[in-house]
């Protein structure tokens, strides 16, 4: 019903700036969320930041709050500006979406439906 295709990813020295995107389409409505998760090698999948459809309100994790920023064009691509990235940000990141997700629910993997296939950030020291 919805598919989602991210891009974006590269490798940057430390304190360096990224952007990624995620373009989605098919049925979306004022109920879908779009979040952003990252997995490390070895890690567990990390939630990272999601928007939703309506209203584009935002919600950050502590390790990236205010470094990463989140939005959404009129093309229904969501873009995740990473400034100042670490060594500790490198992962594959990942997009994904959902629907009828409450807050507390913003950060399980297992509330997003439809998943990408990844890009990958390597952040140098």
């Known amino acids: 019903q919805v598919h989602v295709v991210e891009s974006g990813g590269g490798l940057v020295q430390a304190g360096g700036s990224l952007r990624l995107s995620c373009a989605a389409s098919?049925?979306?409505?004022?109920?879908?969320?779009v979040g952003w998760f990252r997995q490390a090698s070895g890690k567990e999948r990390e939630f990272v930041v999601s928007?939703?459809?309506?209203?584009?309100?935002e919600y950050y994790a502590d390790s990236v709050k205010g470094r990463f920023t989140i939005s959404r064009d009129n093309a229904n691509t969501v873009y995740v500006q990473m400034d100042n990235l670490q060594p500790e940000d490198t992962a594959v990141y990942y997009c994904?979406?959902?629907?009828?997700?409450?807050?507390?629910?913003?950060?399980?993997?297992?509330?997003?439906?439809?998943w990408g296939q990844g890009t990958q950030v390597t952040v140098s020291s």
């Open positions: 994904a979406a959902g629907t009828w997700i409450v807050d507390h629910d913003l950060i399980l993997p297992n509330r997003y439906y439809y």
């Open positions: 098919g049925r979306i409505d004022e109920y879908y969320t």
């Open positions: 928007i939703r459809w309506a209203g584009d309100n």
